[in-house]
């Protein structure tokens, strides 16, 4: 080949220099073993030609030869019943400091991880819990004290019971990040129709942000707590899971 490109002159420069380096072994080794220290020489250069070629002319590194981690950076499954305890550790710590109250207990935490793991997500790190959104399926129009503990397999609204970010991990965006995927998961469910929650006054601007509209005071209460109830219209983007591959 007289391409003239880096490869071509690199394999001229070895071919003259093998032969000058023959010369030079033969003189002071046997044949054979001249032989052999050539083509290990040899050896050693072809095998670095790959990365002497331009980076646009390389071939890709398939990703079964990609180095591959232990664990994922970051990692958005389903929970299942072995991450109660770790979900219900971060709802504690977020709950009880600022309401005194816990949506989920643990054993309600197990029994929504149990029916209906699928309206569940979490966010991982490392193989580390950081942010997580518990749900269920529910039948009526607005919620009542058996939505807190009841799952409604043929209902087509899903109730977010509660969505929680581990202490380290807040003001950086993470709630907002799950919310917005776990709507997109929705839009997936030909079932839903709609997603509800209810949420404290201060909280309400947040889920706004979101897309849910406000549908005035819930008649749900938590001792001295009352709650606004939100909805988001899934059915609304009928358009978007047809064309979104789901």
Request: hydrophobic share 40%; net charge positive; with cysteine.
């Amino acid at each position: 080949m007289e391409d003239g490109s880096p490869v071509t002159t690199v394999l001229n420069y070895i071919s003259i220099q093998a032969k000058h380096s023959y010369m030079y072994f033969t003189e002071r080794h046997s044949t054979e073993n001249a032989k052999e220290i050539l083509k290990a020489a040899e050896m050693s250069v072809v095998s670095a030609l790959p990365f002497l070629k331009p980076i646009h002319m390389r071939a890709p590194i398939s990703p079964g030869r990609q180095r591959r981690h232990t664990l994922p950076a970051s990692e958005f499954r389903s929970l299942n019943t072995e991450d109660a305890i770790s979900v219900f550790e971060i709802e504690r710590e977020a709950f009880i400091s600022v309401s005194g109250e816990c949506p989920l207990h643990l054993d309600e935490v197990r029994h929504f991880l149990t029916l209906c793991p699928e309206l569940s997500l979490g966010w991982f790190e490392q193989g580390r819990l950081v942010a997580f959104i518990i749900g269920s399926l529910w039948d009526q129009d607005r919620l009542t004290n058996d939505a807190l503990t009841l799952h409604k397999p043929h209902g087509t609204t899903v109730h977010i019971h509660v969505l929680a970010v581990h202490r380290t991990f807040r003001q950086q965006g993470k709630g907002s990040i799950l919310l917005w995927r776990y709507l997109q998961y929705l839009r997936c469910l030909p079932y839903v129709r709609r997603a509800v929650l209810m949420c404290e006054d201060f909280l309400v601007p947040f889920y706004q942000k979101s897309g849910f509209k406000g549908q005035g005071p819930s008649e749900i209460t938590v001792g001295p707590l009352t709650f606004i109830e939100m909805y988001y219209p899934v059915r609304g983007h009928a358009f978007m899971r047809r064309n979104s591959g789901c």
